[in-house]
């Protein structure tokens, strides 16, 4: 099994900055994509950025140019720096990732529990 643990939410003021830092732990031998999605009340989950063990990207639309997706592979952790934030970025934000453990088993989708972030002046 892998774990998935979620930091660096909290509440910031419009057009603040926020890291959010989730680390896997568990029995891995390999993370394939690693992703950030968030969900607000009311409205359906969504992905906001996702990124490839080779380090490639992908952005919403919503918020390219304002957050940055990284991983550390070492750490088997992931990041979502969060700049210029707005109201609408108010959130549950998840963490996601492709994992498996070992070499012949096949990749599965874990998530961790999610850190809300709220954007409120």
């Known amino acids: 099994q892998v774990q998935l643990v979620e930091s660096g939410g909290g509440l910031v003021q419009p057009g603040g900055s926020l890291r959010l830092s989730c680390a896997a732990s568990?029995?891995?031998?390999?993370?394939?994509?690693m992703r950030w999605y968030r969900h607000a009340p009311g409205k359906q989950r969504d992905l906001v950025a996702a990124i490839a063990s080779a380090g490639n990207t992908n952005y919403a639309d919503s918020v390219k140019g304002r957050f940055t997706i990284s991983r550390d592979n070492a750490k088997n952790a992931v990041y979502l720096q969060m700049n210029s934030l707005k109201p609408e970025d108010t959130a549950v934000y998840l963490c996601?990732?492709?994992?498996?453990?070992?070499?012949?088993?096949?990749?599965?989708?874990?998530w961790g529990q999610g850190t809300q972030v709220t954007v409120s002046s």
């Open positions: 996601n990732a492709d994992a498996r453990s070992s070499r012949y088993d096949y990749f599965r989708s874990y």
């Open positions: 568990g029995s891995i031998f390999s993370i394939g994509l």
